[in-house]
């Protein structure tokens, strides 16, 4: 069922002089997967209650979008590139936006995250991943060829 469906039986059961927690039970034993939540039934009525009985959903005030979004991500991705160790704090001086918006577009537009102090891609590209396959290979390949060197050189030792 879509919002418009369960908000034509929130609005039967307002008629009929339900009130939330009893609308919440019906529904939940009718459509026990899909009921919606409390919360969202709570403001159907509220809805209902200042007289606005319409099943559509009504507009959203959206914020318009921003102006030079292109350019702000160049020097984003740019700053970073140049240090990886850069605050989020520091962006945001030097570009004069907000800290939810710095955070945002490295998030979403870079798929980056901060990781010991440094922002890191959160995937690996396919370049990176193929060269992990090629070393492993080479390592392999170094094993096979002499076992007892290629664990000297390779496996650390704790001195203390």
Same mark, same amino acid.
């Given at each position: 069922m879509d919002k418009k469906e369960f908000s034509v039986l929130i609005q039967y059961r307002f008629l009929k002089g339900k009130n939330t927690v009893e609308t919440?039970?019906?529904?939940?034993?009718?459509?026990?997967?899909?009921?919606?939540?409390? !919360?969202?039934? @709570?403001?159907?009525y509220a809805k209902f209650r200042l007289g606005e009985m319409s099943s559509e959903d009504g507009e959203r005030n959206l914020h318009p979008k921003e102006g030079g979004k292109d350019e702000t991500l160049y020097k984003i991705h740019k700053m970073i590139l140049n240090g990886r160790k850069l605050k989020v704090n520091e962006i945001t001086d030097i570009l004069n936006i907000s800290t939810e918006r710095v955070n945002h577009m490295i998030h979403e537009y870079f798929g980056m995250?901060? !990781?010991?102090? @440094?922002?890191?891609?959160?995937?690996?590209?396919?370049?990176?991943?193929?060269?992990?396959v090629d070393d492993s290979k080479q390592c392999l390949e170094m094993i096979k060829l002499n076992k007892p060197v290629f664990l000297h050189r390779y496996v650390a030792i704790d001195e203390t």
């Open positions: 919440k039970t019906w529904l939940d034993a009718v459509l026990p997967d899909t009921a919606p939540g409390r !919360l969202s039934i @709570k403001d159907c995250r901060k !990781l010991c102090a @440094k922002w890191v891609p959160r995937e690996l590209t396919f370049d990176q991943k193929q060269r992990r």
